[in-house]
């Protein structure tokens, strides 16, 4: 992903919340998400078994709050929040409320 100049332009357009992002665009980030937000799903369940400790967890969940709270990334995110388990939605939708309430 780093190594990819234009996914590195993407990335840094949708965190400045570029109003001309186009419909490929955002979909070729909506896809992105979906893979880091899996992967992130994964953790939390393993956070959960006690499999992966739960700092460790914290620290991928406030990884996942930075893409997540741009205005694409926001769209996104209430969207497709069925494709998810329903406590890992809690955890990201809660967290991402208070981030907007600071």
């Known amino acids: ?3 990819d100049p ?26 992105l998400l979906t893979t880091f937000v899996r992967r992130g799903e994964s953790a939390y369940f393993q956070s959960r078994e006690g499999a992966l400790q739960m700092e460790t967890w914290v620290g991928i969940r406030e990884t996942l709050l930075l893409p997540l709270s741009s205005n694409t990334g926001r769209r996104w995110w209430d969207t497709v929040q069925t494709r998810f388990t329903g406590d890992y939605v809690d955890e990201l939708t809660k967290a ?3 981030m907007e309430s600071t």
């Open 96 to 98: 991402l409320s208070e």
């Open 6 to 31: 234009s996914m590195v332009a993407l990335i840094q357009r949708v965190a400045d919340n570029d109003p001309d992002l186009t419909a490929p665009e955002i979909a070729r980030y909506g896809y």
């Open 1 to 3: 992903m780093v190594q």
